[in-house]
């Protein structure tokens, strides 16, 4: 019943910047977290970061530490990424995820609502 919608993908050169924005409608009061994970080609899909809805605790993958941050903004229902120094490796479609599971956060598993993704490309 949660519904989650992704923008402010696009194309940047390496060391540029982006960034991503979801909404979330419905039954987004149920939210306990709520993350971005992205999946490149031929490859399987992978946690970026994670912000918890009430708390707003952060969790980061290694490789995105420093140079990616994750907020939310509680009044407007939307969670943000903001995408610095971006490198080739970041290319991907990147998907924004909602959960109520208070635990085990960083898996894709755990997330039961999906946006449909927004494409980020990082040229070299």
């Known amino acids: 019943q949660v519904q989650l919608v992704e923008s402010g993908g696009g194309l940047v050169q390496t060391g540029g910047s982006l960034r991503l924005s979801c909404a979330a409608s419905?039954?987004?009061?149920?939210?306990?977290?709520m993350g971005w994970f992205r999946q490149a080609p031929g490859k399987a899909r992978e946690f970026v970061a994670r912000?918890?809805?009430?708390?707003?605790?952060?969790n980061y993958t290694d490789s995105v530490k420093g140079r990616f941050t994750i907020s939310r903004d509680n009044a407007k229902n939307t969670v943000y990424l903001q995408m610095n120094s971006l490198i080739p490796e970041d290319t991907a479609i990147y998907f924004c995820?909602?959960?109520?599971?208070?635990?085990?956060?960083?898996?894709?598993?755990?997330?039961?609502?999906w946006g449909q993704g927004t494409q980020v490309t990082v040229s070299s």
């Open positions: 995820a909602a959960t109520n599971r208070p635990y085990g956060t960083t898996r894709p598993g755990r997330y039961d609502f």
């Open positions: 419905g039954r987004s009061f149920s939210i306990y977290a």
């Open positions: 912000i918890t809805w009430s708390g707003g605790s952060t």
